[in-house]
């Protein structure tokens, strides 16, 4: 698969350096194995698609520092952050995301691994900018941005922005998680049809 654009991962972090300083401020907890319960996302299940044309690699995705981790993130006001207390992902959320992407597209019998020794004809570039429990409307609220990209001369095909939010029965973690298991799933679906749609 391609590596990331070290310099599109800079620029992101540090666009999003104050929100990782609020963060801090409000004691947030290190990444890491903190032996909280962990919670998976799902892939979704999408039919009717016809072949892509050429193959494509998925990128794992960029985004704030906040979420680079298998923490859940909660937004309980617009500039108050915090991570869940009783549960965490499976695995970075980046890596997750990417993994449960590529599943989708594989259930969609879309995506095609390329000949040996050869590269991917198209990247899908990714960036999360939104993956939170909103405690206020209690909804899991998700937003990723996609932009199909020509691999061999990194012209930029089309590129969308899908969000999707889904009500949460709490906030507890089972109840988050689900939540955001449900936008997830609405946002690939999209995704998957939008990359179908240009390749």
Not at 120 to 140: S, T, V, W
Request: proline share 7%.
């Amino acid at each position: 698969m391609f590596a990331p654009n070290r310099q599109g991962l800079y620029r992101i972090r540090r666009r999003c350096a104050p929100v990782l300083a609020l963060c801090l401020a409000l004691g947030l907890e290190a990444c890491g194995d903190t032996g909280m319960p962990n919670f998976d996302l799902s892939a979704a299940y999408v039919s009717g698609r016809r072949p892509l044309r050429a193959e494509v690699a998925v990128r794992e995705p960029l985004g704030p520092l906040v979420l680079d981790t298998r923490r859940i993130l909660v937004r309980s006001g617009p500039e108050t952050l915090a991570y869940l207390a009783d549960a965490q992902w499976s695995e970075r959320l980046p890596a997750l995301v990417r993994e449960r992407l590529v599943e989708t597209f594989r259930n969609a019998d879309l995506l095609r691994s390329p000949p040996a020794n050869e590269p991917a004809a198209y990247a899908l570039e990714l960036e999360i900018r939104h993956f939170e429990l909103d405690a206020q409307n209690r909804q899991g609220v998700v937003e990723i941005a996609a932009k199909v990209v020509n691999a061999r001369d990194g012209r930029i095909i089309a590129e969308r922005s899908f969000k999707s939010a889904a009500p949460a029965q709490g906030t507890s973690g089972p109840q988050a998680t689900a939540a955001l298991d449900k936008a997830l799933s609405t946002v690939m679906t999209e995704i998957v049809a939008f990359t179908a749609a240009k390749i």
